[in-house]
Antibody, heavy 121, light 108 residues
Framework: QLLESGGGLVQPGGSLRLSCAVS????????MSWVRRAPGKGLEWIAY????????YYVDFVKGRFTISRDNSKNTLSLQMDNLRAADTAIYYC?????????????????WGQGTVVTVS | SYVLTQPPSVSVAPGTTATITCGGS??????VHWYQQRPGQAPVLVIN???ERPSGVPGRFSGSNSENTATLTISGVEDVDEADYYC???????????FGTGTKVTVL
């Protein structure tokens, strides 16, 4: 089970830190991603972190503004979002990748959280 | 960047077949994943690696992939299948996951 928190209302240029609490002892074995869905739009992948935190990928329009991280000792995934823009308004989901110890991120997302709402206004 | 194109909407009568396409350059060389998202809910994986159905997904869902088009087929559509559907691939050239534009399936 995945449970996001940390969403809310923030002014343009502000910051938020999203968290995703993961239940289950195998969190440390799987890559994780953040995905968002803006109002009236489709799903949009944001960021990826592999199981060991050694590999990170970001979609271009959040590079330099968002930082993905994980704490395997606390079963927690995070997304630090700085310099927020109105276009970042969305529901943000954390998602678990399906393959343990995957060397490359080809695998699908088999478990999703219910999402946390971020409003930039 | 890699683009995946889906029809915005598909309307079908209950018990008939819904076909949702996902167009992308040489997508047949990639593993395509499909997600269902009902209103107010989180996405759910319904097909992975183009043709595989995860445990618990009804048998009426199937997938195919060839050349420049991947397809999700829902046979014997039920009211509960009304949702948005998205295809997804990993694009190695950009190191990005890419979602399709999404298709809203309406059950008449």
């Amino acid at each position: 089970q995945l449970l996001e928190s940390g969403g809310g209302l923030v002014q343009p240029g502000g910051s938020l830190r999203l968290s995703c609490a993961v239940s289950g002892s195998r969190f440390r074995d799987f890559a994780m991603s953040w995905v968002r869905r803006a109002p009236g739009k489709g799903l949009e992948w944001i960021a990826y972190i592999n199981y060991s935190s050694r590999t990170l990928y970001y979609v271009d329009f959040v590079k330099g503004r968002f930082t993905i991280s994980r704490d395997n000792s606390k079963n927690t995934l995070s997304l630090q979002m700085d310099n927020l823009r109105a276009a970042d308004t969305a529901i943000y989901y954390c998602a678990k990748h399906s393959t343990a110890y995957a060397l490359t991120p080809l695998d699908p997302f088999d478990i999703w959280g219910q999402g946390t709402v971020v409003t930039v206004s | 960047s890699y683009v995946l194109t889906q029809p915005p909407s598909v309307s079908v009568a209950p018990g008939t077949t819904a076909t949702i396409t996902c167009g992308g350059s040489d997508i047949g060389d990639k593993g395509v994943h499909w997600y269902q998202q009902r209103p107010g809910q989180a996405p759910v994986l319904v097909i992975n690696y183009s043709t595989e159905r995860p445990s618990g997904v009804p048998g009426r869902f199937s997938g195919s992939n060839s050349e420049n088009t991947a397809t999700l087929t829902i046979s014997g559509v039920e009211d509960v299948d009304e949702a948005d559907y998205y295809c997804q691939v990993w694009d190695r050239s950009s190191n990005h996951y890419v979602f399709g534009t999404g298709t809203k399936v309406t059950v008449l």
